[in-house]
Structures are given as structure tokens and as C-alpha cells.
């Protein structure tokens, strides 16, 4: 692809004056086309431009001409970049067409706004665990369903401080959004962003201004009486026994439910086991067993479980609420969430706020409790800084107020 100019000699007026023709080469052909509206003498024209000598003529408009040459140019090259980013094998007509076509412009250069999110989430699972695919495909929805609600166009160069503030009011006023998910929704179109500005798809850089609260939430787990009780609770019902089993396991080993899910007999050794953390995508990681994780072991060792049974994480923590249910974990615990700065307080039994994720808290919680160095369980749970691993620090409240009560009961 290839644009030169040439001044049509064969076109001069009575005045001296020639129009300026675009020759452009593509895939063998070419387009031709006069540009309109300029017109110049053959003595001015210098490597594609209009070079004036206001000492000995007139004014001649040559800047307003050259200006227009320059936009002709810049046009051309649009629609050069077009066909080369779109894989479009075309000829002379497709140029002119465009050339004629007022509203083709820089614009066109851009892929639509979801369009190139959805390439983000594809080029993004080779890289980032299944658990941040479903969040990058949940957080898209959400902007789809906030651009249709409040009739904001979402595109690259519109995600600024005004779409922040439209954000923030439909996520607290329409969808009662808690705190954490909105700051979740806003921590996912600066990642977006980020991705598309270091692509060159957009040079808008307001995004990082944008601020994603995090609030403070009550840490839920099972105490070790709580975890007894459910651990050795009869449940009539096979499914239910199967959930509990995998629950206690996780809250007695500190594996998260991924791990649960592909572990396999060629990881369990007699006194530990050896597999690879999919979420932290740690290699050669150790945990110990103990007398629960290997009673759980071998209650599934030779059966079609082995080593574990195996469910979908909807349908365990659906269980699992149940399971705890019956099993009596039904103490009721008072939660605070803030949507945007309204206060909202709830009480709940305990077994309602039970779930998958509630098992590694579990896990670090009591082995504080039981006297584990923190070194130990940030080693065993794979937490490999202190950042990360200051939510579970907290649970150590009861320990502390524990040892607090017991020793200023010796007075």
C-alpha cells in the first residue's frame, strides 16, 4: 500500500493552475482520485506540498491547502491501518469508497469497548486462574447492564472521572452494590484499561485516578468445637456426609476447594501431601496430615471416591448450609456492610454465612488458636506475604481474648 501525489499537467487552467491527484497502490491496483477544492501552480509544488513565494505573488492559500493535503494523508493512512489491523484483502474500489465515506475516521481505528474486553478475557486465561476468568466475565456484564440502565456509552475515551461519579451512583442508588464488589468492579476496568492503554488502543490514563474502597468485613469460620461437632455429626443423607467430609477436610489441612478438587492418589504420601497450588500456582508444595485428614483419607481409600469425592462448588456450598444446619452451627452472628456510606446491619445464624471459602479461615484461625506459628501456616496455606495474609492474622481475636481472660482470672 503505497500514496503519492502527482499535479495533472494535462488539467491546467488559463490561470497556470493544475488540480492535485492521489495515486494510491494497493494489492496490485490503483486508486486514483483529484483532491478537491485545490488547485496549484507546477513552479510551487515541492514534495508534496504547495510552496509559496508571497515576496514575488500573491497569497495563493497555500496553507489552507496544504492542511487539507495533510488531513487527505492522514485519512489514507486510517484506512491503510484499518485494512492491515482487520485482515482485509481489498482493491482500488474499497479505497475510494472509504475516501467518500464522511464518517470513516479515527474512530473506526478503535474496536468496540466490550468487543476488546472480551479479547482481554480470552488472551487473559492463559495466564490468570479460572476463578478471575468468571470475575473479568461477571465485572463485563455489570458495564454492559450499567451502559443499557443508564444510557452511558462506554468507550475508551469516556472512562473518566464523569463515568466514575455515573458508576458510583447506579451501583449504591440502583443496585444497592456493597462496598467490596463495587471496589472489585472498579479494581476490574482499571486492569482492563491498563491492558488496552499498554496495547496502544487508547491514550486516556484518567482510570488511574479512580479509587476502590475495601472495607473491613467480620471473619467467618468454625471454631474447634464447631468443627467437632460437625465433623463427627451422623448425617442420614449420603450427599450431605460427602460435603462434610470434604469441608472438614479442607478446614483440617488448609487446602482451598480447587486443590480439594484435583488432588489425586499420586499426591498422598503416608504423613503429607505433595501436589501443585492452583491458585498461587506454587510447585512442589507440602502440606502435613494429621489424624482427621487421614481418617477422611482413608475412609474414601479403594472406593470410587478416591481420594475424594468430587462435586461442583455451587452445589457444595448449597449442601453445605444444610449440612451445617442439622448439624446444629446455628449461633447467630451479626454482620455490617456499608453501601457507600449507609450503614446496613443484619443478624444471621451461622450456618447461613458458611462456604467454601469459609474452610481455610477456619484452618488458620484454630491452628493459631492450638499455639502454629504464623511462619508455619503462611507456609502450609501458601500466603507468601504478609499483605495477603493479614485477613487470617485477624481471626486471632479469640485467642487473644482468650489468654486475656484467663490470666486476669488468676488475680
Known sequence: MELKFDVRKDKINKNGLCPIRADISINGERARKTIIGIKTSIKDWKNNRIKANLKNEKYNFHDEYNTKIKEFEDKVDIIFRYIRSNNLKVGKDYIIEKLNDQSFGKNNLTKDFFSLYQEYIDKSKNRVVPGSIKRYKSNRKFF???????????????????????????????????????????????????????????????????YAPKDRIEVIYLTIDELKKLYYFDFKNPKLTKVRDLYCFSSFSGLRFSDLKNLKSSN???????????????????????????????????TIYEPLPKISSQKFNEYLKIACEKAKINQMVNITRYVGSRRIDKEVPKYQLISSHTAKKTFVSNSIALGVSLEVIKQITGNKGDKSFDTYKYLSKATITSQITENWNKI
Open 144 to 210: 454492559q447492564d450499567f451502559e443499557e440502565s443508564t444510557g452511558y456509552t462506554m468507550h475508551f475515551d469516556s472512562i473518566n472521572l464523569e463515568f466514575y461519579e455515573k458508576l458510583t451512583v447506579y451501583c449504591f442508588e440502583e443496585r444497592n452494590t456493597l462496598n467490596n464488589y463495587f471496589g472489585k468492579l472498579v479494581t476490574g476496568i482499571k486492569a482492563f484499561m491498563n491492558w488496552a492503554f499498554e496495547r496502544d488502543f487508547h491514550d486516556n490514563i484518567t482510570f488511574k485516578k479512580f
Open 268 to 302: 498422598i504420601y503416608d504423613e503429607y501431601l505433595r501436589f501443585n497450588i492452583q491458585k498461587t500456582k506454587t510447585i512442589d508444595h507440602i502440606t502435613p496430615l494429621n489424624k482427621f485428614t487421614k481418617e477422611i483419607l482413608f475412609k474414601y481409600k479403594d
